[in-house]
Structure formats: structure tokens, C-alpha cells
């Protein structure tokens, strides 16, 4: 490991202890709630839309869990902000792993991919795609 992966634990330590866009929105278009029981992370997902419901204007999350779960949390609600739904329903595991810039194990993987999959199902439910008593989880 070099210098540069350094980087990347101090950047996913600085999200995991001062977590950006934790908290709760006022009036969100769509909120979601999501687990991954192997590791007992739970994080939930509050987006609001533009007028048109097709761009990200806002994002706050809430949970608890592990050090990659929270700080890849933290750091897809910073990505997330001005994004198009299309954007968000097209990113992917590589996208979110990139995104932290460090290797992850593949029981890590889980972690670090719930936010994601927290804010893909979040909006799917909210375009009535997918049942809304449906909670994510990542083992499944």
C-alpha cells in the first residue's frame, strides 16, 4: 500500500467521524431504509427532487455501523447532490469502491454498497417500481 491509499483511509476516517449531510430534511420527496445484517449496519436515505423529480437537489442520511459504511454514506451524499435519478440508477458497485479509493474485501463490499442501494430502491419505490414496504438488504 502507498502513500496514496494512506490518503484514502484518512478520507474514509474523516467521513465516518464528521459525517457530511447526516441529519434529516424537512420535507423529502422520498425516504428509505436499508441493512446489511452480516455486518448490522442500517442506514436510511432522504433525497428530495428538483420540480421535475428527475435531479438530486438534496440528500441526508441517518444509521449506524461500520467505518465504510458510514464514510461511503457520507461521501455518496456529497456525489449525489445534482445528480439525475438516471445517474443514480446507473451507478454500481465499481462506482461506489472507486469512490472510496481503497481496496475492499469482499465481505466489506456489503458495507460500503448500502447507501447506494438504499438510495436505488428509495427512488424506485418513489416512481412505484418496487413495493414500498420493501427494506433493502445487502444479502440479498
Same mark, same amino acid.
Given at each position: 500500500?502507498?502513500?496514496?491509499?494512506? @490518503?484514502?483511509?484518512?478520507?474514509? /476516517?474523516?467521513?465516518?467521524?464528521?459525517?457530511?449531510?447526516?441529519? +434529516? #430534511? *424537512?420535507?423529502? !420527496?422520498?425516504?428509505?431504509?436499508?441493512?446489511?445484517?452480516?455486518?448490522?449496519?442500517?442506514?436510511?436515505?432522504?433525497?428530495?427532487?428538483?420540480?421535475?423529480?428527475?435531479?438530486?437537489?438534496?440528500?441526508?442520511?441517518?444509521?449506524?455501523?461500520?467505518?465504510?459504511? @458510514?464514510?461511503?454514506?457520507?461521501? /455518496?451524499?456529497?456525489?449525489?447532490?445534482?445528480?439525475?435519478?438516471? +445517474? #443514480? *440508477?446507473?451507478? !454500481?458497485?465499481?462506482?461506489?469502491?472507486?469512490?472510496?479509493?481503497?481496496?475492499?474485501?469482499?465481505?466489506?463490499?456489503?458495507?460500503?454498497?448500502?447507501?447506494?442501494?438504499?438510495?436505488?430502491?428509495?427512488?424506485?419505490?418513489?416512481?412505484?417500481?418496487?413495493?414500498?414496504?420493501?427494506?433493502?438488504?445487502?444479502?440479498?
Amino acid at each position: 500500500m502507498g502513500l496514496g491509499s494512506d @490518503m484514502y483511509r484518512q478520507q474514509i /476516517l474523516d467521513h465516518y467521524k464528521n459525517p457530511r449531510n447526516y441529519g +434529516e #430534511l *424537512e420535507d423529502p !420527496d422520498f425516504t428509505h431504509v436499508g441493512e446489511n445484517p452480516s455486518c448490522g449496519d442500517t442506514i436510511r436515505m432522504q433525497v428530495a427532487l428538483d420540480d421535475a423529480e428527475e435531479e438530486i437537489e438534496a440528500v441526508r442520511f441517518t444509521g449506524d455501523g461500520c467505518a465504510i459504511s @458510514m464514510a461511503s454514506a457520507s461521501m /455518496l451524499s456529497e456525489r449525489l447532490h445534482g445528480m439525475s435519478i438516471e +445517474e #443514480l *440508477e446507473e451507478l !454500481d458497485t465499481d462506482d461506489i469502491t472507486e469512490m472510496l479509493g481503497v481496496d475492499i474485501s469482499p465481505m466489506r463490499v456489503k458495507c460500503a454498497v448500502l447507501g447506494r442501494q438504499v438510495a436505488q430502491d428509495g427512488s424506485k419505490i418513489h416512481r412505484g417500481e418496487l413495493d414500498p414496504d420493501d427494506r433493502t438488504k445487502t444479502e440479498e
